[in-house]
């Protein structure tokens, strides 16, 4: 659902989900298409950095979404990119560390 909000929106819950993070350990797992956050969109709902390749490859390979992963832990903030995977769960490529 995350893909629907604006982006003062989406940076608002990013806001609520690290401030819930300095209460308790936290995680957000995110598979999130780019294509609904428009032609321009390089970064994932969670605000992760999308390789170039990746991003060529959702405008001509299909549908597909990137998993994020935001993990908060005493307070810090940590985002990494885990996969790609059919929006409704039919598939998962996890992907090698950079």
Avoid at 35 to 50: M, Q
Avoid at 75 to 89: I, K, N, T, V, Y
């Amino acid at each position: 659902m995350h893909v629907f909000f604006t982006p003062d929106e989406l940076v608002r819950f990013g806001e609520l989900v690290t401030q819930a993070g300095r209460e308790r350990d936290l995680e957000w797992l995110s598979l999130d298409p780019l294509v609904p956050l428009g032609p321009g969109a390089r970064r994932s709902v969670i605000g992760i950095d999308v390789r170039p390749a990746i991003v060529e490859r959702s405008r001509t390979g299909g549908v597909f979404g990137v998993l994020g992963r935001l993990s908060v832990r005493d307070g810090q903030a940590e985002r990494s990119l885990l996969a790609l995977g059919h929006p409704g769960g039919a598939w998962l490529e996890w992907l090698a560390r950079p």
